[in-house]
């Protein structure tokens, strides 16, 4: 058969593809894009597959407009890896495959390094007697240059040649351009180590040597406290990688906090190194994306959406901190890097190594049960103690902006010694309510159940749930008073107060508001590094990747919010919190200091954690995880809605309910919960509504979403509310 229809996977919201005819002289292939006409509209497609028969009559059938690639973009491995995410995450194909595309790919940029403007020197102009140009010695130079070869406008411009003089020269007929695209260059000959590497300890050689063991699909857990030489055992598992040819993927959570990982990485090897993340201009990401393609790289370090960089040859993927919340997309397609990450490594046929030194509870439990190797680093190297911690007991305590007497005469000590003061405190703003003094009436966002935080430095209130902001009224929306005080306390109130009560010294805060322009987080950074600041404040943000010798008191000034969250992982976060700043406390000459301010120091979680370390944290967790029919145990599929009406979400999710319920795989195992009111149960005007749906392992999960997708869809009230599916959520 020859195939003249292209089926075709479109980025529109809808479970399927679409056949075209293809024109004689049109060559697509599976895995390459295709400009294709949709309604008035043409859009850039995938074809998906090659066929002489479709479920609608030829003559129906619109024709492909054009073939954009001659070769897939994604070779197999990977190609299979966006199938299933969309199937598994119940996320279109198209969509998914356009989620995975640079932008200018997506708008049909061809999938090569753009050419560039060259010269070359014509027959005519290699006869030139370059004597004869004595009056005009920049002819000559060019002439000069150009019969040793080609040579690109732009470095001839950058040798002080003008565009007037190509142009001269051209228009004698002595020179000519074309385009041309930059020449590909190996890397692999030049592969070196370029530095001098430390000895790897006995810990650090027994888990180099168990990856090595095996160069096929493993999945290794490598759990190690701060300073225990997880990034040195990196570096040496990506050695024989790379001597051998191959790419390295290395995954972290925010490329901003690593530079110095990523510097690392560049010192001791000389092989080109790119890092991809949401920072990238457009044609910076197509750049990198083409680099993997075509092994022009040869590590390649990013974030989350990294994962769905091709390569030409992957040998290894790394991801670092694989606990970290934000390996997982909380919109459009769903997933999480981290178990992609494996999926990926499996496919390709290559080591997997996800490094922590507090590693999610999904994954000790894939280490317990076998499926994950379990390799530890217990040692810090060098000679650095651990911290010293404790909690303390602010019940009854006066707070001045969340701080405590005790607190503020710790930070005093520590501040007089010279060190830096790091303070932790999750909520953003200058406090998270204003109320009325005279009447109790708050401000509240009139789209969203959620009150008002107030921004004293931009005068504003703003709703962190939706983007309304409106300025600070002057009077109760109420009674009118104008003694309107705020309630709680954010991290820009925080700031404030320690300028009051420490004038001597700098604060600096980082959170999302402070960092929102390009670059401010980097210099920031540098800037503590420089001991500029020595006081710095921040949200969960500030405690990833920071490496500051100098801090010497760490506090979480509110533990009792993570404590008594409604989200099921609120424990375990603050647990990798707590664990990551204790760890990078102090140095060997400066021992470091963590202070837990709580209202509950009883409290059973934190007295494992802080009595008995993570590892005894984690065997209480798991344990209230199992009773409590919780993932690890169990997964959770969570269906969200909504829509201006409250009653079209409640009845929609009903409706979506009673599907599961009639489902033959229903229900003794697979409990279905709600629907209930969303945690924010009204956001941007919208009613928001959930539904939870528990099966005991992914299989069934993925056949009950299989066969109920289809019968959800058909309902009427689907296309009357807004509504999504989050398979495996990581925020309830
Ligand atoms: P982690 O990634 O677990 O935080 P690193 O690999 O960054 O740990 O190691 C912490 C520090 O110890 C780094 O300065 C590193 O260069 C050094 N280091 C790691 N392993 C060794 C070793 N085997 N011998 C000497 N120094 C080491
Ligand atoms: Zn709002
Ligand atoms: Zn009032």
């Not at 699909?217 to 990506?238: A, D, I």
């Not at 049960?369 to 006066?398: F, I, M, S």
């Not at 430095?457 to 309304?468: I, P």
């Amino acid at each position: 058969m020859t195939p003249n229809i292209a089926r075709v996977a479109l980025p529109v919201p809808l479970d399927k593809l679409f056949d075209y005819l293809i024109k004689p002289g049109q060559s697509p292939v599976i895995g390459g894009r295709v400009k294709v006409p949709f309604g008035p509209k043409q859009l850039i497609g995938i074809v998906i597959s090659l066929t002489d028969k479709s479920d609608f009559p030829l003559g129906q059938l619109k024709a492909v407009n054009t073939v954009l690639d001659s070769e897939p973009l994604w070779h197999p491995p990977l190609f299979g890896l966006l199938s299933w995410a969309s199937s598994y995450y119940q996320y279109p194909l198209g969509d998914t495959l356009a989620n995975a595309m640079p932008t200018l790919l997506r708008k049909g940029r061809e999938a090569a390094p753009s050419s560039l403007k060259m010269w070359q020197i014509t027959e005519a102009g290699r006869d030139q007697p370059l004597a004869a140009l004595n009056r005009a010695p920049r002819q000559a130079q060019v002439l000069n240059t150009l019969r040793h070869g080609k040579s690109s406008h732009e470095s001839l411009l950058a040798e002080e040649v003008s565009s007037a003089i190509l142009k001269t020269l051209s228009d004698k007929g002595w020179i000519e351009s074309l385009e041309e695209r930059p020449g590909s260059r190996e890397w692999q000959p030049d592969f070196a180590v370029t530095e001098e590497k430390p000895k790897l300890n006995d810990e650090q050689a027994l888990a180099v040597a168990t990856v090595n063991a095996n160069p096929a699909f493993g999945c290794y857990l490598l759990e190690g406290v701060t300073g225990s030489g997880k990034t040195e055992v990196y570096l040496n598992l990506l050695e024989p990688v790379l001597a051998a040819g191959k790419q390295a993927l290395i995954l972290v959570p925010e490329i901003g906090l690593t530079p110095q990982t990523i510097n690392r990485f560049r010192r001791r090897f000389n092989v080109p190194l790119e890092t991809v993340h949401s920072g990238l201009n457009d044609t910076k990401r197509l750049s990198s994306w083409l680099a993997g393609r075509d092994n022009q790289a040869g590590i390649i370090i990013g974030t989350r959406s990294a994962l769905f960089t091709p390569f030409e040859n992957l040998g290894i993927i790394i991801v670092d901190e694989e606990h970290d919340a934000s390996y997982k997309q909380q919109d459009s397609l769903r997933y999480h890097a981290r178990d992609l990450a494996v999926m990926r490594a499996n496919r390709e046929n290559i080591p997997v190594i996800l490094g922590s030194a507090t590693p999610a509870l999904e994954s000790l439990h894939n280490a317990k049960t076998g499926k994950y190797h379990h390799l530890t680093l217990t040692r810090r190297a060098g000679n650095a103690q651990q911290a010293r911690h404790g909690v303390l007991d602010v019940k009854g305590l006066y707070l001045e902006a969340g701080l405590s007497a005790p607190l503020i005469a710790r930070m005093r000590k520590h501040l007089e010694a010279g060190n830096q003061v790091m303070l932790f405190l999750n909520r953003r703003g200058f406090s998270p309510a204003v109320i009325c003094h005279e009447c109790g009436w708050l401000a509240e966002c009139k789209r969203c159940d959620a009150y008002y935080t107030f921004h004293q430095q931009s005068g504003e209130l703003r709703c962190h749930h939706c983007a309304t902001q409106r300025p600070m009224m002057p009077q109760c929306g109420n009674c009118g008073s104008t003694q309107l005080n705020a309630v709680g306390v954010g991290t820009e109130q925080l700031e404030q107060q320690l300028a009051t009560l420490f004038p001597e010294y700098k604060t600096v805060r980082i959170d999302r508001d402070s960092t929102r322009r390009k670059g401010s987080l980097e210099s920031y950074l540098e800037a503590i590094k420089n001991n500029e600041y020595q006081i710095l404040i921040g949200t969960q943000m500030l405690a990833k990747g920071h490496h500051f010798p100098d801090v010497t008191l760490v506090s979480l000034i509110d533990v009792d919010s993570a404590l008594f969250s409604n989200d099921f992982r609120a424990s375990e976060r603050l647990a990798q919190l707590f664990i990551q700043v204790a760890g990078r406390a102090g140095r060997a000459s400066k021992p470091g200091e963590v202070i837990l301010q709580t209202h509950h120091p009883e409290h059973a979680l934190l007295q494992a954690l802080l009595h008995k370390g993570y590892d005894q944290f984690t065997v209480s967790a798991l344990d209230e995880r199992r009773q409590a029919f919780l993932p690890p145990y169990t997964y959770l599929t969570l269906f969200r809605a909504e829509a201006n009406e409250s009653e079209h979400v409640e009845q929609f999710l009903q409706q979506v309910r009673g599907i599961f319920e009639s489902s033959p795989l229903c229900c003794q195992e697979t409990p279905v919960m709600g629907p209930n009111p969303a945690p924010l149960s009204r956001r941007a005007g919208r009613y928001r509504w959930q539904l939870l749906l528990q099966t005991p392992d992914r299989k069934t999960l993925q056949q009950m979403l299989t066969i109920a997708k289809p019968a959800i869809q058909l309902l009427p009230l689907a296309r009357k509310v807004r509504w999504s599916i989050d398979v495996e959520p990581q925020d309830l």
